[in-house]
C-alpha cells in the first residue's frame, strides 16, 4: 500500500514548509481521493470541489497526523468520508436507506427507485464493462444510503480491509461487514430487477 | 433477518462469515457448513447471490480520471503555488496542435464557419446560381469567350501596357465627343443668324389691377374659383355672371344655380 517510513518523512517534511513535499503528497492522493468523492458524491464537479475541500482541510490538520497510530491513506480517507458525511448532511441529499423497492415519492403511483434506472438493451454478461453499464452501475450507487455506500466504495472500488474501513467509519467490523453485505445486495437487486425488465 | 436454525448454522452466523465467504479465505468445514446453509435457507441463499453479483457489479467499475487542472487548483488553493512546472505539465497532457491547425481553427471557427452557414442555405445558392448565370449569358452576349482569358498575360508590363491603352481610347473617345459638341454649337449659331427677325408680340396680356379693394363688381374672386376648380371632389358652382353684361339681352330670365361634381 504504502511504505510508512517514506510517507512519514514526506508529512515531516510538508510540516517544515517543503512545498515540494506537499506537491508530491497532492499528486499521490489526488486521485484517489477524488475517485472516493466522485463515486459518493455522484457528479464530477462536486468531486472537484470535494477532493480540494479534502486537501485544504489535510493542509491544515497535517501537523495532527501521527504515524504511530495508523496509516497515512487511512487517515486522509477518514477526512475524505468525514468531509462527505458533512457535505450529504449539508445538502440534505438523504437517499433511501434499506429498500430499493419502495417509492423515493409520498405519491402511490411514484415508480420505486430500480424502474428510475435507465433501462439496458443487453444482458449484463455481454456489456458489463461497458460505459452505459458503468454508468447505470453509478447511478444505482448513488441510490443506495450513504452507509451502505461509503462501505461498498471503500471496500470494492477502494480495495481497503476490513480494519482500516472500521477505523475510518469508526464501527466495529462486524458492522462493516454486514453494510457491505447489505450494499452489495441491495445494488444487485436493483440491477437485476433492471435488467430483468428489459430482458 | 430471522434467527432461522439450518444445518447447525444460524442466519446471523451466516450473515458474519458472508464477506469472508466471497472474498474467498472461508475455507474447510466452515466453508460446507455455510454452503449447506445457503442451500436450504430461502433467507440466506438469496442474499449469497446478490451479495456475489454486487460485489461483481461494483468490480466492473473502472477509475474515472480526475481533471488535469486539479492537482493544479489544490496547491492554488491550498499553499497558493502555482508553479510553472506544473503549468508545463499539464500543457504537456494535452495534445500538440502545430500553428498551422491552430491557425485553421480559429479561421474556420471564427470566420468561415459563419460564411459557410450562410452559403448552404438554399436561397443562397439559388441567388448565387442566378448571378453566375447572368453573368455567364452577359460574357457571352459581349462576345467574351473563356478561350480569350488564356491569352491574358498577367505579368505587371502586360497589364500596365492594357492600362494604358484603354486609357488612351477612353481619352480619344472623349475628345472625338468633344469635337462633335463644338461643331453642333457653331451650327446653332448660323442658324440663329441667318433666321428672319421674329415679329413684336401679338398682344400682351391685360394688366393686373393693381388695387382689388376697389373692385365693386361683386364678381367672386377669380382666384378664388381656380382653387375651387383645381380640387377634385369639389362642387364647382356654376351661376351667371352677375357683373355688366355687354348688351341687355342676354341677361337671363331665371338665374339658375346647379352644382356640378367635377370628375
Request: charged share 25%.
Amino acid at each position: 500500500m504504502e511504505d510508512v517510513q517514506v510517507v512519514a518523512m514526506l508529512v515531516r517534511r510538508c510540516i517544515a514548509g517543503d512545498s515540494a513535499a506537499w506537491e508530491e503528497i497532492v499528486q499521490t492522493y489526488s486521485r484517489r481521493i477524488y475517485n472516493i468523492c466522485y463515486r459518493f458524491a455522484g457528479s464530477g464537479d462536486d468531486a472537484q470541489d470535494l477532493t480540494q475541500e479534502v486537501f485544504i482541510k489535510m493542509y491544515r490538520t497535517l501537523p495532527s497526523y501521527d504515524h504511530t497510530k495508523g496509516a497515512f491513506v487511512t487517515w486522509v480517507t477518514t477526512i475524505t468520508r468525514n468531509l462527505l458525511v458533512d457535505h450529504f448532511r449539508k445538502g440534505k441529499q438523504d437517499r433511501m436507506t434499506d429498500s430499493m423497492d419502495t417509492s423515493a415519492s409520498d405519491h402511490e403511483d411514484a415508480q420505486p427507485l430500480s424502474e428510475q434506472i435507465p433501462d439496458q438493451s443487453a444482458p449484463p454478461d455481454a456489456h458489463v464493462r461497458s460505459r452505459e453499464v458503468s454508468e447505470t452501475v453509478h447511478a444505482a450507487l448513488a441510490k443506495l444510503s450513504p452507509e451502505l455506500r461509503e462501505a461498498v466504495i471503500l471496500r470494492d472500488l477502494q480495495d481497503m480491509d476490513y480494519k482500516e474501513i472500521a477505523v475510518v467509519l469508526k464501527v466495529p467490523e462486524g458492522t462493516v461487514k454486514s453494510r457491505i453485505n447489505r450494499g452489495r445486495a441491495e445494488l444487485a437487486r436493483l440491477l437485476q430487477r433492471t435488467y430483468r425488465q428489459v430482458m | 433477518m430471522p434467527d432461522q436454525t439450518s444445518n447447525g448454522m444460524r442466519c446471523n452466523e451466516f450473515e458474519l462469515l458472508l464477506t469472508d465467504a466471497i472474498d474467498g479465505v472461508l475455507t474447510g468445514t466452515g466453508l460446507d457448513r455455510f454452503q449447506a446453509h445457503a442451500r436450504v435457507c430461502r433467507t440466506c441463499g438469496p442474499l449469497l447471490a446478490e451479495a456475489e453479483a454486487g460485489r461483481n457489479w461494483l468490480k466492473g467499475l473502472t477509475e474515472v480520471e480526475p481533471p488535469a487542472s486539479l492537482v493544479m487548483n489544490i496547491l492554488a488553493s491550498t499553499t497558493g503555488v502555482d508553479t510553472q512546472r506544473l503549468r508545463v505539465n499539464a500543457r504537456a497532457t494535452q495534445p500538440r496542435i502545430s500553428w498551422w491547425e491552430h491557425v485553421q481553427a480559429s479561421l474556420f471557427g471564427s470566420v468561415l464557419e459563419p460564411i459557410w452557414a450562410t452559403v448552404r442555405q438554399p436561397r443562397f445558392a439559388m441567388s448565387f446560381g442566378m448571378a453566375f448565370f447572368a453573368l455567364s449569358v452577359g460574357l457571352t452576349v459581349a462576345g467574351v469567350k473563356p478561350a480569350d482569358l488564356r491569352e491574358v498575360s498577367l505579368r505587371p508590363a502586360a497589364i500596365r501596357h492594357a492600362y494604358y491603352n484603354a486609357h488612351a481610347r477612353v481619352v480619344r473617345k472623349l475628345d472625338n465627343v468633344k469635337a462633335v459638341y463644338e461643331v453642333q454649337a457653331a451650327l446653332r449659331e448660323v442658324k440663329r443668324n441667318l433666321a428672319p427677325v421674329e415679329t413684336a408680340p401679338q398682344q400682351s396680356r391685360p394688366a393686373k389691377p393693381k388695387d382689388d379693394k376697389n373692385d365693386t363688381t361683386q364678381q367672386p374672386e377669380q382666384k378664388q374659383e381656380r382653387n375651387y376648380s383645381q380640387i377634385d371632389d369639389h362642387l364647382i358652382l356654376a351661376s351667371a355672371p352677375l357683373g355688366p353684361s355687354p348688351s341687355a339681352d342676354d341677361l337671363p330670365v331665371v338665374s339658375v344655380t346647379t352644382y356640378r361634381r367635377f370628375v
